[in-house]
């Protein structure tokens, strides 16, 4: 059976490209969000009763390097070094036969302007544009289980890296949000803190330099047994 589904909306997030996403939801607090509602589902009333509770659910579609890549029964989750395997329905990789992904995030409440409606959230993990299926509000006494058993994924992943940033990059910063309106600097610190790099790089300890891309800027930084040192914050290259 064919079954065909229209995004409510789309999300307008910082993470402009899939490197330095966090792995889960609630990671980066500093990481707000919109979801622009699309017509005919922007409508106030569509939402009424939700601003008691202060979490939702938002269903998505893995949209960017997934919809064409087919699935496989395995998977190599970030979190086992990328070394071991499991199967796809053991794992919340995005690569799966239809590739819809749920995340709990905070939220913020409607705002309406020259943009639309749209819902303010916090604490996402997902891809600016990402298609928005549906949002569910987070009910804690059926939605959270302290006991339920958490297989491979029971303890963090790693501690978190302390960050620091060069004078360059200070430099940098009071450019491009100089009155700090913008959050920057928390958000990279806390995006960088959780170790963005792909598991499998523990193979690779030559490699020291690094750059993601927030918003429309590249972040480039250096690992050392210290931790993390921004190096630069300077306008991501336009697409050729």
Request: charge should be neutral; charged fraction near 20%.
């Amino acid at each position: 059976m064919l079954m065909t589904f229209t995004p409510i909306g789309h999300v307008r997030s910082p993470y402009t490209d899939k490197f330095g996403i966090p792995r889960q939801a609630g990671l980066v607090t500093a990481a707000e969000a919109r979801i622009a509602l699309l017509p005919p589902f922007a409508r106030e009333e569509a939402f009424k009763g939700l601003a008691g509770f202060s979490h939702v659910w938002i269903v998505f579609v893995f949209h960017r390097d997934c919809l064409d890549g087919g699935w496989n029964p395995t998977v190599r989750p970030p979190r086992l070094g990328g070394r071991e395997t499991v199967g796809v329905f053991a794992s919340r990789a995005p690569y799966r036969p239809n590739p819809i992904g749920i995340s709990a995030v905070e939220q913020l409440g409607l705002v309406r302007d020259r943009d639309g409606l749209a819902l303010r959230v916090r604490g996402v993990d997902m891809l600016d544009g990402t298609p928005v299926l549906d949002i569910k509000p987070y009910v804690p006494y059926a939605d959270a289980l302290p006991h339920a058993l958490a297989g491979f994924a029971s303890a963090p992943e790693r501690t978190a890296l302390a960050v620091t940033f060069s004078t360059r990059a200070l430099e940098d910063l009071a450019t491009v949000d100089p009155d700090g309106e913008r959050g920057l600097r928390t958000l990279i610190e806390q995006v960088l803190a959780q170790d963005p790099r792909p598991g499998y790089m523990d193979r690779y300890p030559q490699r020291r330099q690094f750059g993601i891309r927030l918003y429309e800027l590249d972040i480039r930084w250096t690992l050392d047994p210290s931790g993390i040192s921004v190096l630069r914050i300077v306008p991501a290259a336009s697409p050729q």
